[in-house]
């Protein structure tokens, strides 16, 4: 019985990563926000329900992700119109 769980445990693992790649917008930068995000939470909930502080190596390592996070999300990029710029 463990086995069937392990398979089904493994099939649900394998299209919890490929659905989402079927959406229609950018996905290679939301999952990449998404893991930034998911860095900090991680960080969080250690702190909230473990107690466990970070140190300044899960601070630096947290704040470097959410650069990147705002890096990859916010760039603006040849051809696609800005975040930034005003709509009317």
Do not use: N
């Amino acid at each position: 019985m463990s086995w069937v769980l392990g398979a089904l445990g493994g099939l649900i693992l394998f299209l919890y990563g490929i659905i989402p790649t079927f959406q229609p917008t950018y996905f290679h930068r939301i999952y990449a926000t998404y893991g930034g995000i998911f860095i900090v939470m991680a960080l969080f909930w250690g702190f909230i329900f473990e107690r466990d502080v970070p140190d300044i190596f899960d601070i630096v390592g947290a704040v470097v992700a959410i650069a990147g996070v705002i890096i990859i999300f916010y760039a603006p990029r040849k051809g696609e119109e800005s975040l930034w710029s005003k709509q009317h």
